[in-house]
């Protein structure tokens, strides 16, 4: 079955950097679009990056353009989000999800990853 | 900036039937904004209900449907259980791989 584990989150202070990883299993890892999708404390979901397959095409939300980077390994079925200068307002839990064969959408879900960016 | 608007809450009786919507704030909403639809209950992860506007995503009963009602999309619920007391986000496709989440219905069953 599809399984998709974020790792990397934690406790990190304003303007520092983290990591994140999210690790694929269960279908052919290469065949997908990837995405990252956020939500803090108490708030509504908020789509932040995807990643086309070959890494060849990727986009950000406005929110985070210039600060994160999606990349992708295909040999690892993974896919990661660098992200840099973060402030308080990044606080929130962060998933990977898969994109739809269509890409248009999102089918299958990480369980989340807590990122608290605080002094 | 595009905002994507849907109605903050909504209570349904059990067997009831509600109807959630979801509006663009640059005009309508047709089905090549390629609406989906996402249930949440709190602290955990998102689930998958519908995709292009009416698809059912695999194993959601067909009491939730998707649907173009006027100039935005809906999520209806037919027959409420007292487990679809969740959050329901709307998603809509941009272009360019950019997609914009809804701000969200709190649906409660009493």
């Known amino acids: 079955q599809v399984q998709l584990v974020e790792s990397g989150g934690g406790l990190v202070k304003p303007g520092g950097s983290l990591r994140l990883s999210c690790a694929a299993s269960?279908?052919?890892?290469?065949?997908?679009?990837m995405s990252w999708v956020r939500q803090a404390p108490g708030k509504g979901l908020e789509w932040l990056s995807y990643i086309s397959t070959i890494s060849t095409y990727r986009e950000y939300a406005d929110s985070v353009k210039g600060r994160f980077a999606v990349s992708r390994d295909n040999a690892k079925n993974s896919v990661y989000l660098q992200m840099d200068s973060l402030r308080a307002e990044d606080t929130a839990v962060y998933y990977c999800?898969?994109?739809?064969?269509?890409?248009?959408?999102?089918?299958?879900w990480g369980q989340g990853i807590l990122v608290t960016v605080s002094s | 900036q595009t905002v994507v608007t849907q109605e903050p809450s909504f209570s349904v009786s059990p067997g009831g039937t509600v109807t959630l919507t979801c509006a663009l704030s640059?005009?309508?909403?047709?089905?090549?904004?390629?609406p989906s639809w996402y249930q949440q209950t709190p602290g955990q992860a998102p689930r998958t209900l519908i995709y292009?506007?009416?698809t059912r995503s695999s194993g959601v009963p067909d009491r939730f449907s998707g649907s173009i009602v006027g100039d935005r999309a809906a999520l209806t619920i037919t027959g409420a259980q007292a487990d679809d007391e969740s959050s329901y986000y709307c998603?809509?496709?941009?272009?360019?791989?950019?997609?914009?989440f809804g701000t969200g219905t709190e649906v409660t069953v009493l």
């Open positions: 640059s005009g309508s909403v047709s089905e090549t904004d390629y």
């Open positions: 292009n506007t009416h």
């Open positions: 999800a898969r994109n739809g064969i269509t890409t248009r959408h999102f089918d299958f």
């Open positions: 998603v809509l496709y941009l272009g360019r791989g950019i997609t914009v």
């Open positions: 269960g279908f052919i890892f290469s065949d997908y679009y």
